[in-house]
């Protein structure tokens, strides 16, 4: 499921292109956004991991530092990006122990399935405070150091909210919001050389969303969907490092779609 040394021979990037670079990773313990660093720290980056439960983010603060000999990887655990105060302690930290944060990538989520009669105020806010105003907190928190570095931030969206899929009307809507923050967002600080995008993953192997949201026998779901393969964490991680490198220094404001054309058939409803 994770990255190893093989994606150093393996990928097309070049070992030491993110050397000297700090990525800052709020849900960087989860699935994706954890593989999304484990590439950036194998191809040179430090990287500073954030997360809510303690455990959970020290583990994969040290399992990813193992992935390279000099690597420096730190975990902010306790920190509720609902509370941006609680993000500029972890960016604070970053700071005196990495020295400088270059690229940001604002993963963490919350979600869960729910039809909308049982969906009630309080759950469908915990949701959008976690998923936009998260996201939000995240920029914002970062903001001094992406301007300083002329960095670059991705948001994680979704595909969900290009149609209507049921039981995620919480989802749907928070990250529908996370496009458009980042829209505004590379229009409004492009001129500070800050760019911002947005990856939106579509079903992605391995994951909760997977688990949670496919229940068709696997074979079934791989001939409908295009490209006759489920999409990997690898898959959104290499997305990642295209658009953190030189390579996509004029991309900003745009959402990268990693579900091989499957939304454009439907193939989540
Ligand atoms: C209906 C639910 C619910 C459920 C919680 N709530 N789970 N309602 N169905 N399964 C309601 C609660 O009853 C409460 O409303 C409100 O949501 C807040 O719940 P709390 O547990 O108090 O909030 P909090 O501790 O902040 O937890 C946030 C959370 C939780 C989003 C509800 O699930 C969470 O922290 N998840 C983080 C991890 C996670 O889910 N990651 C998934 C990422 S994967 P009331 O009215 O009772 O007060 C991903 C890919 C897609 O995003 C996955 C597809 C499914």
Redesign the pocket.
Known sequence: MGLDQSYLKDSVWKPNLFKGKVVFVTGGA?TICRVQTEAMVLLGANAAIIG?NKEKTDQAAIEIGQLRKDAKVISCSNIDVRKVESLVEAVDKTIKQLGRIDYVIAGA??????DFN??????FK??VD?DLLGSFNTAKATFNELRKNKGAIIFIS?TLHYYGVPF?IH?GAAKAGVDALSNALAVELGPLGIRSNVIAPGLIDE???MK??VTQDRDQVIKRLPLQRIATTRDVADATVYLFSDAGSYISGTVQVVDGASWHMGALK
Do not use: D, K
Not at 109 to 114: D, Q, Y
């Open positions: 989860g809510r989520a919350g979600n869960f399935l729910a049982h969906l009630s105020t309080n759950a915990s949701v976690i979704a995620q989802v994951t909760e969303g949670r949201l």
